[in-house]
């Protein structure tokens, strides 16, 4: 697997830099997983039947950082990237024309807007917006789910890198 930048999380930091620091790690793990790959082994379904593709898992993961730092935690009425009412799933959906330039660089924007929405709020303030049963969420309780979020998917990653090429790795 081709290296890419990936700084492990302080040992000895205070919560907040902890927490940012693991969901740092997380998102270039998820980076790592794709990097030296072509656009089509990105496009490349892990196990047919499945359409799950790691350009599919990045898009996905796009949508959730924009869902819960931008509309839950910052209250933004935003739409999907990629889903849509006809298509719930859409964001895992690729085509031939998805390329990883185009994907990588919606999925920084949103990580980028992310981490200004958090900026914002401490790690005990609530989100502007809602669950689907009407409760706020912390701050501290977005970044842990995130965390769970990216190293879950980071498992699936795995997976799919190595029935691509082989590779394996952290």
Not at 144 to 156: D, L, Q, S
Request: charged letters at 25%; glycine letters at 8%; a negative charge.
């Amino acid at each position: 697997m081709a290296s890419a930048e990936r700084s492990e999380p302080a040992l000895d930091a205070a919560e907040r830099p902890m927490l940012e620091g693991w969901l740092d790690y997380h998102r270039e793990t998820l980076a790592m997983k794709c990097a030296g790959l072509t656009d089509a082994q990105l496009r490349e379904a892990s196990v047919p039947p499945s359409a799950f593709t790691l350009l599919g898992l990045v898009q996905h993961l796009a949508e959730v950082e924009r869902f819960w730092f931008r509309e839950i935690l910052a209250g933004e009425e935003l739409p999907d990237l990629y889903s849509t009412e006809e298509d719930p799933d859409g964001d895992f959906t690729v085509t031939e024309s998805t390329t990883w330039a185009g994907t990588e660089s919606v999925w920084r924007a949103e990580i980028a807007a992310a981490r200004k929405s958090a900026a914002g709020y401490g790690l005990d303030d609530f989100s502007q917006g809602v669950g689907s049963a009407g409760e706020p969420f912390s701050l501290r309780w977005i970044y842990t789910h995130m965390i769970e979020e990216y190293a879950r998917h980071n498992g699936h990653a795995d997976l799919v890198r190595e029935r691509i090429d082989g590779a394996t790795g952290d």
